[in-house]
């Protein structure tokens, strides 16, 4: 027994060490089993309607809970953060806004390679490591496995918090069959702090660690299909694709350090773009600007969608 714990322990240094070196920050292991503390406030969460229209979240409800259903034979859940933190801004103060994490490529190609070279490394090592890498990409709690991993606390926003990073980061997981050491989870250091329920305007935050997802800005601007509700009009602060407001209010995203993966680097016209030019988006602008982007999810159509309903109420209130 104390030399399978010795090996698992070398193994799970040689991860940190090689996931270092593809740029992620921070790695933590947990041991796979169902997660049953989180199915009641999983099904709480859906039966309540927190999700909207995001009918994908109610499926695989069990895969969701225990990763041995999602992959099988899989042991260890490895999660791990990369950071996105970007000091870069728009340049018009008036122009409608865009999260920075989708400033650049997309982080579902980005850290899902880097995850798959993390497998292969593993791989080359130990032989036949069966496994598979995911990120944002399946019915997988990801907050609840970083946490369990110790890599951060869920903060009373629904995300990730890490002492060293703040919350500006990508979840990645890779689920295998090696036996590795679990790390234990940290506490939380949210205190008594409630700035991001004050600061969101829609009223997402509806009680400490729940978010009504069908409230929030970023579920209106990218995940939403139909027309925006007129009882949201003047409420989005001018965002046009996600929201940073409770990211950007947070104590501890003083402590966040500017990432340096040139994929994730925003194109110079992006961050010169003027209210004007936004409003005047055409098609082949779009897609220069948002080649292999996360935006190209809400597609061009959506994308003016919500810049003009944000133009409607701007010119609403300057009309008034």
């Known amino acids: 027994m104390g030399r399978t714990r010795h090996i698992g322990e070398e193994r799970a240094d040689r ?10 920050t921070a790695v933590g292991f947990s041991r796979a089993e169902r997660l049953e503390s989180e199915e009641a406030r999983l099904e709480k969460w859906l039966t309540e309607g927190r999700h909207g229209e995001m009918g994908y979240l109610e499926r695989n409800f069990d895969k969701r809970l225990d990763p041995t259903l999602l992959v099988p034979g899989t042991k260890t859940v490895i999660s791990l953060l990369f950071n996105h933190y970007s000091e870069d801004v728009q ?17 579902h190609f980005v850290v899902k390679w880097k995850l798959k070279e993390l497998l292969k490394w593993m791989r080359r090592e130990w032989g036949a490591v069966e496994g598979r890498v995911f990120v944002d990409s399946a019915p997988i709690l990801e907050r609840a ?8 606390w869920i903060g009373k926003h629904g995300l990730m918090l890490n002492k060293t990073g703040g919350s500006h980061f990508f979840l990645g997981e890779i689920l295998v069959d090696l036996e590795l050491p679990a790390d234990g989870s940290v506490t939380d250091h949210c205190g008594t702090c409630t700035r991001c329920i004050d600061a969101c305007p829609t009223g997402a935050i509806i009680r400490p660690q729940v978010l009504d997802g069908s409230k929030c800005i970023s579920y209106f601007t990218i995940e939403l299909r139909d027309g925006l509700p007129e009882a949201m009009a003047g409420k989005f602060e001018n965002w046009m694709f996600g929201c940073d407001i409770c990211q950007e209010v947070c104590p501890w995203n003083r402590h966040a350090t500017p990432h340096s993966e040139p994929a994730f680097a925003p194109k110079p016209e992006l961050l010169r773009m003027t209210r004007k030019d936004w409003v005047d988006l055409q098609e ?22 919500n810049i003009a309903f944000l133009d409607a109420q701007r010119n609403k209130s300057e009309g008034a």
Request: proline share 5%.
């Open 145 to 152: 496995w970083a946490a369990r991993s110790g890599l951060g």
């Open 284 to 305: 082949d602008t779009f897609d220069t600007l948002f080649k292999k982007s996360p935006v190209q999810r809400t597609g061009y159509a959506g994308l003016k969608r």
């Open 91 to 107: 340049e018009d103060p008036e122009a409608p806004k865009i999260s920075t994490y989708a400033y650049g490529e997309d982080y």
């Open 15 to 24: 991860i940190r060490m090689w996931a270092a070196e593809l740029g992620f």
